[in-house]
């Protein structure tokens, strides 16, 4: 990914691989992390404070998008699926359901009187499932704040997250011993 004239550098030393903005000196993204803490990173800056904490990893993230327009919905999955590639984000399943979800409300044309004279409205709503995997939790949170920045008008958004956790304590031990025996 070319960067052209934008504030970001990237720099890789002791095995870390990332960007760091210079117009605030915050951290943007990194790709490879590792836990030690570098000393020469461009312009004395470290990143002792981000190593502390570990990344979340993600087996997979759904993201439901649902609008009155199919044509808005379509626009935004290629969107959405652009950035993933920029971000090397690994691209799962992207589906629509065949038809749309219909409601139908129907009214009395008059509030009186006149039963057989009624009008009948409509309200279709289409949807776009996509689905992203294996993900950190500071690349996840870098895309989803992009892509909710540029949601359409009309558009709304529902993220379903699946994390890896390691297994507790007393089912580790439970697993040890059953392969033990």
Request: aromatic share 10%; net charge positive.
């Amino acid at each position: 990914m070319a960067f052209g004239n934008s504030p970001c550098k990237r720099f890789q030393e002791n095995g870390i691989l990332g960007m760091i903005a210079n117009h605030h000196l915050q951290f943007v993204g990194v790709n490879n992390f590792s836990s030690t803490r570098t000393s020469g990173t461009p312009q004395g800056l470290s990143l002792e404070k981000y190593s502390d904490k570990k990344d979340t990893l993600y087996k997979s993230v759904e993201i439901e998008v649902r609008s009155g327009e199919p044509a808005v919905l379509l626009s935004y999955e290629w969107f959405t699926s652009y950035a993933a590639k920029q971000l090397g984000i690994t691209i799962g399943k992207c589906w629509a359901p065949p038809k749309a979800h219909h409601h139908r409300l129907t009214l009395l044309k008059s509030i009186h009187i006149y039963k057989k004279h009624r009008v009948q409205y409509e309200i279709r709503t289409y949807f776009r499932h996509m689905t992203y995997e294996r993900l950190t939790e500071s690349t996840l949170k870098t895309f989803l704040e992009y892509i909710q920045r540029n949601v359409p008008e009309g558009v709304a958004v529902k993220v379903t997250k699946k994390s890896v956790l390691n297994l507790p304590p007393s089912l580790n031990d439970s697993v040890r011993r059953l392969s033990l025996q």
